[in-house]
């Protein structure tokens, strides 16, 4: 069984291996292998720097005492870009195509109309295409393209900037 909570700074150690995991396991995510220079130190105060601003939060999914996934919401600093949030989410290779991605972001949502966010943002290489019909089935709509956005393996790669307007009811 899996359960979607926030994450908590004593957290940090499986977040950060979670995230070097992932940078090793999918070309999709912006780090490469080796990149990612985060101590531990680090992650547990980015993790506090995170749940103390209410429009931001990051959501881990935990299976058993294992985080496998994550989706997190880092709401803009400014009263003009206040009302939005940019997603990043990752999950492991062994727990992807099990509808963990649709819980997580069920789950990201309901914490933004809480906390009274209008929209949401991410971005996406126009490779991947399952994480494309995750987004879209999700209700995300492709806003624009970025034109060799990234560099991997030596070739550059588009980017769709792809978002969600919460309705408020």
């Known amino acids: 069984m899996i359960t979607i909570r926030e994450i ?9 291996a979670l995230r070097l995991r992932l940078d090793e396991e999918t070309k999709f995510m912006l780090l490469e ?9 680090q992650q547990e105060e980015h993790i506090r720097a995170v749940l103390v601003q209410e429009n931001q939060t990051i959501l881990v999914a935990e299976a058993g005492s294992l985080l496998v996934g994550y989706i997190a919401g880092f709401g803009g600093s400014h009263r003009r870009n206040r009302h939005k949030a ?12 099990q ?10 949502e309901e914490w933004a109309r ?17 994480a ?11 806003e624009g393209k970025s034109v060799d956005s990234l560099l991997v393996d ?16």
């Open 33 to 41: 292998p080796g990149e990612r220079t985060t101590t531990l130190p």
């Open 154 to 169: 030596n070739r550059f790669v588009d980017e769709y900037d792809m978002a969600k307007i919460l309705a408020h009811t």
């Open 86 to 97: 940019d997603i990043v989410i990752g999950i492991l290779l062994p727990y992807t195509g």
């Open 132 to 142: 494309i019909h995750l987004y879209q089935k999700m209700g995300f709509v492709v």
């Open 114 to 130: 809480a906390v009274g966010l209008h929209k949401l943002e991410l971005t996406v290489m126009i490779n991947n295409k399952r």
């Open 99 to 108: 509808g963990l991605g649709q819980h997580l972001f069920s789950a990201l």
């Open 8 to 16: 908590q700074p004593a957290d940090a150690e499986q977040f950060l």
